[in-house]
């Protein structure tokens, strides 16, 4: 065998040996679930309503961007949130709570949204307003002490906060959450969606079965309509601030099934 016929046949041995150990999997593949957190709050609130949920979230190495609404209408809320999107580098799993259900349903539509989490949140169809979705079920006890001001923005009375909105809190948490609600134009409730981004991303809905805002009934029918993974918490309308813990928990289950 000539010298050069040596070395062809070496080679050949050597990629041969080559291509039969395991190769690395490419570098998506090794990656799994969506890293990038987006939280939308309700009416009355503010992003910090998630101040027990992110230290959570950013412990499973999580990037998180928790929105400021200025709740002056529907549409504002929802540039509010996209901008938010847009920060971030990547798919994102975009939660919302109460009225930020409203938000996220439109929201949603953006191409780097891959899910939808709702937390004790208002569920909208096409079409529909905060009016349309709630018409079908008796009012909740909670929307009685809803109180409008001259300029047409709505707040949460003490007795709304103490016994309908957040009653499974420390009476003292329950006095900042009075004096620190942002006040929702009462316009954003009558403001239409335009197609429902669950029709088309995979859902999640955490259900408090002591919310007196979005009832229990209301929020489990939503829940079916949009074919949800659903949790139940014994809690008020709030148990991002009552039980941090489980919604964190039920977050990062949704990213990683992403």
Not at 22 to 38: L, R, W, Y
Not at 110 to 126: H, K, R
């Amino acid at each position: 065998m000539s010298t050069l016929q040596e070395f062809s046949s070496d080679a050949s041995i050597a990629e041969a040996a080559i291509l039969s150990r395991p190769q690395p999997a490419p570098a998506q593949s090794i990656t799994k679930g969506v890293k990038n957190v987006v939280l939308v709050h309700g009416a009355f609130a503010d992003g910090s309503s998630w101040a027990k949920v992110i230290p959570l979230l950013h412990a499973k190495g999580l990037n998180v961007i928790a929105v400021q609404n200025p709740l002056t209408s529907l549409e504002d809320d929802v540039a509010a949130t996209k901008r938010a999107i847009a920060l971030m580098d990547g798919p994102v799993l975009l939660v919302g709570h109460s009225y930020g259900g409203m938000v996220i349903t439109e929201a949603g539509n953006d191409p780097e949204v891959a899910g939808l989490l709702y937390v004790c949140a208002l569920i909208p169809n096409d079409q529909q307003s905060v009016g349309d979705v709630v018409s079908a079920f008796p009012q909740a006890p909670g929307s009685a002490e809803f109180k409008q001001d001259a300029s047409g923005f709505l707040s949460l009375s003490l007795k709304g906060i103490n016994s309908y909105f957040a009653q499974d809190l420390p009476e003292e948490e329950r006095k900042v959450i009075f004096a620190t609600q942002v006040p929702w134009a009462a316009v954003a409730t009558t403001r239409k969606i335009t197609n429902a981004a669950w029709k088309i991303k995979p859902s999640w809905a955490i259900i408090g079965t002591e919310d007196y805002m979005v009832t229990p009934d209301l929020a489990r029918a939503e829940a079916k309509m949009i074919k949800a993974k659903t949790l139940e918490l014994t809690s008020s309308h709030v148990p991002m601030v009552s039980q941090p813990n489980k919604v964190a928990d039920f977050i990062i289950s949704a990213t990683q099934a992403l």
